[in-house]
């Protein structure tokens, strides 16, 4: 008996994924999912309102 063929699927575009890239199907795509973690665009949800500014930025007064 064989195994079934690989049939993941690229998390980016949806074609199949390739051995080389894994588990996406190309250098493009694993690379936008690279820049979307670069970016901050993965979040863990928190629960928390979102600061209104950075911590230490001067405030102008003083």
Same mark, same amino acid.
């Given at each position: 008996m064989t195994d079934p063929p690989?049939?993941?699927r690229?998390?980016?575009c949806g074609r199949p994924a390739s051995a080389k890239h894994?588990?996406?199907?190309?250098?493009?795509?694993?690379d936008l999912d690279?820049?979307?973690w670069l970016d901050?665009?993965?979040r863990i949800p928190? /629960? !928390?309102p979102a600061p209104t500014a950075a911590h230490g930025?001067?405030? /102008? !007064?003083g």
């Open positions: 690989d049939t993941r690229c998390p980016e894994a588990p996406f199907c190309c250098k493009r795509c694993a690279l820049g979307r901050g665009g993965y928190t /629960g !928390e930025e001067d405030d /102008g !007064e």
